[in-house]
Nanobody
Framework: QVQLVESGGGLVQPGGSLRLSCAAS????????MGWYRQAPGKERELVAT???????NLADSVKGRFFISGDNAKNTVYLQMNSLKPEDTAVYYCNADINDGRATFRYWGQGTQVTISS
């Protein structure tokens, strides 16, 4: 089994910063992608950022220039540095990863971490 454990959410004022972390553990042969989605109340889950095994990253237009995704292959961990946070960034942030366990590739999800931007 594979688990994704997120950390780093919380309450911050507009303009502030937060750093989310997501660590994968368990039966891992290789990780193809890791990324972050978010879901605000009453809205659908949306992609925030993805990083591929080769280091290439994609970010949603709404967060470009403010959010940065990075990975630590040795730790099977992905980070989301969030700067210049806005109230509309308030959401539950979910980590996901496409992981090969040596037999097949599956998509895994973390439990979610709440990010609230409010003064």
């Amino acid at each position: 089994q594979v688990q994704l454990v997120e950390s780093g959410g919380g309450l911050v004022q507009p303009g502030g910063s937060l750093r989310l972390s997501c660590a994968a553990s368990g039966r891992i042969f290789s990780i193809n992608t890791m990324g972050w989605y978010r879901q605000a109340p009453g809205k659908e889950r949306e992609l925030v950022a993805t990083i591929y095994s080769g280091g290439r990253a994609n970010l949603a237009d709404s967060v470009k220039g403010r959010f940065f995704i990075s990975g630590d292959n040795a730790k099977n961990t992905v980070y989301l540095q969030m700067n210049s946070l806005k109230p509309e960034d308030t959401a539950v942030y979910y980590c996901n990863a496409d992981i090969n366990d040596g037999r097949a590739t599956f998509r895994y999800w973390g439990q979610g971490t709440q990010v609230t931007i409010s003064s």
